[in-house]
């Protein structure tokens, strides 16, 4: 069976406070688990409590903390939390890291570990006890070993990201964050100056077909976990920031046959009262799907 449970749910900055303890003020992190098998998507402020979490179980249990770790990109509110992750600093550890190359020049591996160098932090990367293993990955199919797959694919976003979808004995979690729909970049008015009927119908035929393949990717998930950043009128503000709406997440969940959504990344801004008002709102949208919104501590079961 897989499961997941949420340990940091924000986009873009922590936002701890009195405002945001119902629903968490910690960054991207999940936890996911094959049967025993760990496997974490990001690194945000939510792996310093996960880290505390594995010490407690696998590290009693086993003797050791065995992880695959997935970085859906390199923006900091997801590898923030590395640094003040507790098993990189335990002997034995093990840990395999994936992400997406970057545009530029540097190795995933010299991006996350430079946040361990003297000007950011008082511990070295050198310094740390763990074994650690970095992959870079592009859109790919992965055997993780006993029956665990993980799959890619590009989402839409200002740098390279991806989403995973990991499957085990018949059933899938995917995750669709930090991603917004794609869409025709070309003028399409006519009676603007830079208008070209030929590139503006190009244009449709692309972001289509590109809206059609992240269709295909998350098609009869058990669980999808999309960004929700934005309602559909403050989306309409943010074109090309990289996140999408609650009304586009469920629209493309329903076309997908998705089983279970859970709405995730949320605005910093937004306030547990102010998420409770829209969990109501949006949770009931669409009665052959369940719909839920995402909270660290929630564990969601395929």
Not at 120 to 125: E, K, N, T
Not at 127 to 133: Q, R, T, Y
Not at 279 to 290: S, V, W
Not at 296 to 301: S, T
């Given at each position: 069976m897989?499961?997941?449970?949420?340990?940091?749910?924000r986009?873009?900055?922590?936002?701890?406070?009195?405002?945001?303890?119902?629903?968490?003020?910690?960054?991207?992190c999940?936890?996911?688990?094959?049967d025993?098998?760990l496997?974490?998507?990001?690194?945000?402020?939510?792996?310093?409590?996960l880290?505390?979490?594995?010490?407690?179980t696998?590290?009693?249990?086993?003797?050791?903390?065995?992880a695959d770790?997935?970085i859906?990109?390199?923006?900091?509110?997801?590898i923030?939390g590395?640094?003040?992750?507790t098993?990189?600093?335990?002997?034995?550890?093990?840990i395999?890291?994936?992400?997406?190359?970057?545009?530029e020049?540097?190795?995933l591996e010299s991006?996350?570990?430079?946040?361990?160098?003297?000007r950011?932090?008082?511990?070295?990367?050198s310094?740390?006890?763990?074994?650690?293993?970095y992959?870079?990955?592009?859109?790919t199919?992965?055997?993780?070993?006993?029956?665990?797959?993980?799959?890619?694919?590009?989402?839409?976003?200002?740098?390279?990201?991806?989403?995973?979808?990991?499957?085990?004995?018949?059933?899938?979690?995917?995750?669709?964050?930090?991603?917004?729909p794609?869409?025709?970049?070309?003028?399409?008015?006519p009676?603007?100056p830079?208008?070209n009927e030929?590139?503006?119908?190009?244009?449709?035929?692309?972001a289509?077909?590109?809206?059609?393949?992240?269709?295909?990717?998350?098609?009869?998930a058990?669980?999808?976990?999309?960004?929700?950043?934005?309602t559909e009128?403050?989306?309409?503000?943010h074109?090309?920031?990289?996140?999408?709406?609650?009304?586009?997440?469920i629209s493309t969940?329903?076309?997908a046959?998705?089983?279970?959504?859970?709405?995730?990344?949320?605005d910093?801004?937004?306030?547990?009262?102010?998420?409770?008002?829209l969990?109501?709102?949006?949770?009931?949208?669409?009665?052959?799907?369940?719909i839920?919104?995402?909270r660290?501590?929630?564990?969601?079961?395929t």
């Open positions: 897989l499961s997941v449970r949420f340990w940091g749910d986009g873009s900055i922590p936002c701890p406070g009195p405002a945001t303890v119902k629903f968490g003020g910690n960054t991207s999940l936890e996911i688990r094959a025993e098998r496997i974490i998507v990001d690194l945000g402020t939510g792996v310093r409590p880290g505390e979490s594995l010490m407690a696998d590290l009693k249990k086993n003797g050791v903390i065995d770790i997935f859906t990109h390199t923006h900091w509110d997801h923030m590395f640094p003040v992750f098993p990189i600093f335990i002997p034995g550890t093990k395999r890291i994936y992400g997406p190359v970057s545009f020049d540097d190795t991006i996350i570990s430079a946040q361990l160098s003297y950011y932090w008082p511990v070295r990367a310094e740390l006890a763990a074994h650690i293993e992959n870079q990955i592009r859109e199919s992965l055997d993780l070993g006993g029956g665990l797959t993980v799959s890619t694919k590009y989402l839409n976003h200002p740098i390279l990201c991806l989403g995973y979808r990991f499957e085990y004995q018949g059933t899938s979690i995917v995750t669709a964050y930090d991603h917004e794609f869409r025709n970049l070309f003028p399409t008015d009676a603007d830079s208008y030929e590139a503006a119908c190009e244009g449709e035929l692309a289509a077909e590109e809206n059609e393949k992240i269709l295909r990717f998350i098609h009869d058990n669980i999808l976990i999309h960004d929700t950043q934005y009128a403050e989306y309409a503000r074109l090309g920031w990289g996140h999408s709406s609650y009304e586009w997440a969940a329903a076309q046959n998705v089983k279970k959504l859970v709405f995730f990344h949320h910093p801004a937004r306030t547990d009262d102010q998420l409770e008002e969990e109501k709102g949006y949770c009931t949208a669409n009665r052959n799907m369940e839920m919104m995402a660290e501590g929630l564990v969601v079961e």
